[in-house]
């Protein structure tokens, strides 16, 4: 079982006077920061604050913790070091990535696309359609949200050669079988790129196992500093055309990042790694079963909200109603406008968010305007079941 006290010692955000009372449900658009990950950007500022991989000792030390982070988080995710890169976000990872594509396919050529994602894994992709491209979208069910595989089946062919899809959505939460859709693809000769941003905050993946080509997540939101992550397999990485300076093109991490890296937050990643490090230690298990620690923890918060939210009638919920298949990223469709909702639970102490979260198409695919959108409440591991409860109190006052 996750001790909930010592997880919410590593946040000073628990700490914090100003924050006292206030329960935070909006974690889908960034999770507070773990210590180790501020004591190592503190540092770097502080004492490495230089160009880096110099000969001078505050140079050679900065670009070791840059090294470091690489290291660290690829072993976690279950890569090699090189598949794995840095980016400012990962819009701008996935902008890199499209562009990289578009030197690599030909007219008549195909990507599918779902209108499950986040804009960030499908808008990219679909203005290749520019470029004459064949945009394919792979529907959800109006009803339900969910990715159906059987769906995605006939739009493969011989001519495809990307399909994109979400680890889970950011508003549906429903988490998509990354294998099973995976093995589809490959099966058909496409490669596969996986927006795992709603996903890694709830447990970071073995994207080895998983057999994704390309998976892409944000540090923001997984504890840690500004940066988006990607890893890319090297099969694919290296076959892509370089999109940073022709020097860097034998180097796999550098070759999808054409701008000059944060060193500070880079080197502060590896700090998400002390943290789940921390965590395996404490409970004297292994970092790959934090995942699930973390996961188990989450479901039990989990299934007394959907349970609450499922059994009113003035609400509609988006998603699954069970907690097993999905991530703590709740969204429902009220009479209210879903800011409007969001600002009615500051004064109960419930800091969420209301909108469309970047997820038009599929709040349109469901029947709900963007415009009117949402209410989303959002948690992760660290959240306690008294802040739940809090949560809960204030629904029956707002809704």
Not at 242 to 253: K, V
Request: with cysteine.
């Amino acid at each position: 079982m996750l001790d909930i006290n010592f997880v919410r010692s590593q946040f000073p955000a628990f700490q914090e006077p100003s924050l006292e009372g206030q329960a935070f449900f909006e974690n889908a658009g960034g999770s507070y920061t773990c210590q180790p990950v501020i004591d190592r950007l503190t540092r770097f500022y502080t004492q490495r604050k230089v160009q880096p991989y110099a000969a001078y000792e505050a140079s050679r030390l900065g670009g070791e913790e840059m090294d470091e982070a690489r290291s660290r988080l690829s072993a976690l995710l279950g890569v090699e070091g090189d598949e794995l890169s840095f980016g400012p976000s990962t819009t701008q990872n996935t902008y890199v990535l499209a562009q990289a594509f578009r030197q690599f396919m030909q007219p008549g050529e195909a990507i599918v696309v779902t209108n499950q994602d986040h804009e960030a894994n499908t808008g990219p992709w679909r203005r290749l359609a520019d470029e004459g491209i064949e945009i394919r979208e792979w529907k959800i069910d109006p009803a339900t949200g969910s990715l159906n595989p059987e769906d995605l089946e006939p739009l493969l062919d011989e001519n495809v050669r990307l399909v994109c899809f979400p680890h889970c959505s950011n508003v549906v939460g429903e988490i998509n079988p990354v294998t099973e859709i995976t093995a589809l693809a490959h099966a058909a000769g496409a490669f596969v790129c996986v927006d795992g941003v709603s996903y890694a905050p709830h447990g970071f993946p073995d994207v080895g196992a998983l057999g994704a080509d390309i998976y892409l997540f944000s540090a923001y939101k997984t504890f840690g500093p500004h940066q988006g992550i990607m890893v890319m397999r090297r099969a694919l990485g290296m076959a892509l055309p370089n999109q940073a300076h022709y020097f860097n093109a034998d180097s796999l991490y550098k070759r999808f990042t054409p701008a000059g890296p944060d060193h500070a937050q880079i080197a502060a990643c590896a700090g998400m790694v002390d943290y789940v490090d921390r965590l395996a230690a404490h409970h004297n298990v292994t970092a790959a079963q934090v995942h699930d620690l973390e996961r188990d923890h989450e479901t039990k918060l989990l299934q007394p909200l959907l349970d609450y939210l499922s059994d009113r009638n003035d609400v509609r919920l988006l998603g699954p109603k069970s907690a097993q298949n999905r991530a703590p990223t709740v969204a429902i469709e009220c009479t209210k406008p879903g800011a409007d909702l969001a600002k009615d639970l500051v004064a109960h102490g419930i800091m969420a968010g209301g909108g469309d979260f970047y997820a038009v198409r599929a709040l349109e695919a469901m029947g709900i305007k963007p415009e009117h959108g949402v209410l989303r409440l959002s948690f992760t591991h660290y959240t306690s079941e008294q802040e739940l409860q809090q949560l809960i109190s204030a629904l029956d006052v707002v809704l």
